[in-house]
């Protein structure tokens, strides 16, 4: 008996070997008409796998590049669209950059050092008042999360605003007003979810 690993490989698994076989038979068909009328037969039958997607407009366009993909690019046979290249899948996608600034503190994010440094050159005013009320808020936030404790010091938040604005930016507990923030221990917080959990499941045997 022979296992599916020790076959070879499909190029498009989710067709299943089946398909491919008549893809593989219709390679074989040396009449010009009979081949092509196999190869409308496999579409047909693809397409019918995945019938939720017939009403897609790139639908039939892309069945028609999993047979010549399926056949190595050898069936020959009047495609009726222009059928994806060999060489265009072969061609490696360009790397994406990865962001190289450095993050001062983790558990703030680059996100708050960005706005730390656009409020470090905003002009004076009611929306720079406000705009360090929401930094100053969301970095409370962002650190009760990462540090999980409750009850910390504000001058804390103020410190970190103070040196990931390069100096520029001094504030002190007078100058903004920060929302206490109530977090829940995780372990406490998971023993409650375990709990929720097992009580839900003798209400159902109930």
Not at 4 to 13: A, E, I, K
Not at 164 to 171: C, D, R, V
Not at 179 to 205: A, F, G, I, L
Request: charged content about 30%.
């Amino acid at each position: 008996m022979e296992y599916n690993t020790q076959q070879r490989r499909l190029p498009l698994p989710e067709y299943g070997r089946s398909v491919q076989n008549m893809v593989d038979y219709a390679l074989t068909i040396e009449d010009r008409k009979e081949r092509q009328r196999c190869a409308n037969t496999i579409i047909n039958i693809m397409g019918g796998m995945f019938p939720y997607l017939r009403d897609a407009n790139d639908n039939n366009h892309k069945l028609w590049d999993h047979l010549a993909i399926m056949s190595d690019f050898k069936l020959d046979i009047d495609y009726p669209v222009e059928v994806v290249k060999k060489e265009s899948l072969e061609i490696k996608p360009d790397r994406i950059p990865y962001p190289q600034h450095r993050i001062r503190y983790r558990h703030y994010g680059s996100y708050i050092q960005n706005l730390i440094r656009i409020a470090v050159d905003y002009p004076e005013g009611e929306e720079r008042k406000r705009l360090l009320q929401m930094i100053a808020n969301h970095m409370k936030k962002d650190y009760q999360n990462w540090n999980n404790k409750d009850g910390m010091e504000n001058q804390k938040i103020l410190d970190d605003l103070y040196e990931l604005s390069g100096e520029k930016i001094k504030l002190t507990i007078d100058d903004v007003q920060l929302v206490e923030q109530r977090t829940m221990p995780r372990r406490r917080q998971m023993n409650n979810n375990n709990q929720q959990r097992n009580n839900n499941q003798q209400k159902r045997k109930y």
